[in-house]
């Protein structure tokens, strides 16, 4: 690192992203499938959101539902995982505190990728910069990275779609542009969604390039001032800011479709407080409080053998808060307003919204009360829960047995809280 030459000359922008992330998550904690074709499966087991390179190569297609590959994995032997958003939400945290020791502007673009600002990093150590970056990632939390660098956020990402596509680990997008650009699709391009291709194509525009010799004037005026953008941004002129200064969540909604049809009013509740545990948690390490909370439940619009029914309720709060006892306690009159005797319910879920940062609370009598003598009690959960693990200390409404969880009969039951889901090297 202490070769590393610096500069303030060219405006140069690296994007991290993780390799595979779902796949790398699970891989890190079971060293017996590094080499063989994995895929995860998204809620309820339901379809493919995340391929190894060989499952890739097997043909499976990702968003792909699973009952349709089912035969294709089968015969190759294919390793099959259920989603475990714990675990990845944890890893890529970890891999995000790695990035922000290479730059002090970083935007946290997804849960898998980051912009990294390395404008200060001279031409000729920028690409030995982004070797540093993936080694040290690897090094640090042992998940693999692809790194695009370029001078504007759009060309970053397609050295990143082409470092990916040759395996060559790191690319910075420098030299010979437009011959890249003429090869990429106009559908790879970051911000060409599906309709937006579509268009582009009707009107001879089918690669990078195209895009980004056409005049302003026109893709405005056929599009929007992204696409625009996206223009300017394919030409090298720097038109989308980083995001470095996360802005906080507006509300916040928690739901999950159960792993089977729910008709039991009890059920519908534990999952109801389980889903309002998890909210109050994540509003409370943003140092947030709601305002109001709005639970909802519906069944199947696609099961046609049975009648339909969705509704919701929202119920403003007295006191703002965060305090998970109070909030389950509206959800649960609030679900048991709207709930009906006979369906077959196949979500709930509940929002938390009108958030604002803790310390603004527009206080009145009853809130030091009834507020300051929570905020003990909420802290220490929370800590605990995050030195042992998730529902560690629990509420007893929310149940044990969990029936109506989502289905995930491939979990490999990884928690990064407990000393057992260790890796075991055996000497």
Partial sequence: MSSIKYTTKKNRIALVDCNSFYVSCERLFNPKIQKKAVVVLSNNDGCVISRSREAKDLGIKMGEPYFKVKELVKKNKVEVYSSNYALYGDISRRVMKVLKTFSPKVEIYSIDEAFIDLSFIDEKGVEDYGREIRSRVLKWTG???????????????????????????????????????????????????????????????????????????????????????????????????????????????????????????????????????????????????????????????????????????????????????????????ALTDIYKYGYAYQKAGIILSGLKDANQNDQNLLTPLLENKSKKLMKAIDYTNTKYGRYAISIAQAGLSKGWKMRREHSSKIDTASFDSLPKIVV
Avoid at 210 to 217: A, E, F, I, P, R
Avoid at 254 to 277: A, P, Q, W, Y
Avoid at 308 to 316: A, F, G, H, P, Q
Wanted: proline share 2%; glycine share 4%; aromatic share 6%.
């Fill in 143 to 333: 998940i693999p990275t692809s790194v695009g660098i370029a001078s504007t956020k759009t060309l970053s990402k397609v050295a990143n779609h082409i470092a990916k596509k040759e395996k060559a680990g790191v690319i910075y997008l420098n030299t010979n542009i437009d011959e890249r650009l003429k090869k990429f699709q106009i559908e790879d391009v970051w911000g060409v969604g599906k309709q937006l291709s579509k268009f582009y194509h009707k009107n001879n525009i089918s690669n990078a390039y195209d895009l980004k010799n056409v005049s302003n004037t026109w893709v405005k005026k056929g599009t929007n001032v992204l696409g625009a953008k996206t223009a300017m941004e394919l030409r090298g002129i720097p038109c989308i800011d980083l995001q470095i200064d996360q802005e906080k969540r507006k509300n916040c909604c928690v739901s999950r479709s159960f792993g089977r049809k729910v008709k039991d009013l009890n059920e519908l509740e534990e999952s109801v407080i389980t889903h309002c545990l998890n909210a109050a948690e994540k509003i409370r390490a943003d140092d947030q409080i709601a305002k109001t909370i709005t639970v909802f439940i519906r069944t199947s619009p696609f099961d046609k053998n049975r009648r339909y029914y969705s509704n919701s309720k929202t119920i403003d709060l007295a006191i703002p808060t965060s305090n998970s006892i109070e909030l389950i306690k509206n959800a649960v009159k």
